[in-house]
């Protein structure tokens, strides 16, 4: 059984940083693209980051040049950088493991809250 643990959320002023850890168990993460979404009080879920097994990177325009997603493969654990942080980044950030060939996602954490705010 996989499972994906998020971490390091908190409250942060705007302007601020932080870095997101998303560690698997169960399997190894080396042979995956791995995402981040995030989801707000009231709305879908959304695209952040993506990272191929190859380390190549796309993300949201909303975040694009603030933020940067990166992997250890020795450690199995993907990380989002955060920086220049902004209100409207608030919400709850999910990382999961894309299947294979495919676009959906098989495995998601239970997700970690950032706050921005003064």
């Known amino acids: 059984q996989v499972q994906l643990v998020e971490s390091g959320g908190g409250l942060v002023q705007p302007g601020g940083s932080l870095r997101l850890s998303c560690v698997a168990s169960?399997?190894?993460?080396?042979?995956?693209?791995m995402g981040w979404y995030r989801q707000a009080p009231g709305k879908q879920r959304d695209f952040v980051a993506y990272i191929t097994s190859g380390a190549n990177t796309n993300y949201a325009d909303s975040v694009k040049g603030r933020f940067t997603i990166s992997r250890d493969n020795a450690k199995n654990t993907v990380y989002l950088q955060m920086n220049s942080l902004k209100p409207e980044d608030t919400a709850v950030y999910y990382c999961?493991?894309?299947?294979?060939?495919?676009?959906?996602?098989?495995?998601w954490g239970q997700g970690t809250q950032v706050t921005v705010s003064s």
């Open positions: 999961g493991r894309r299947l294979r060939g495919s676009l959906r996602y098989d495995y």
């Open positions: 169960g399997s190894t993460i080396s042979d995956y693209g």
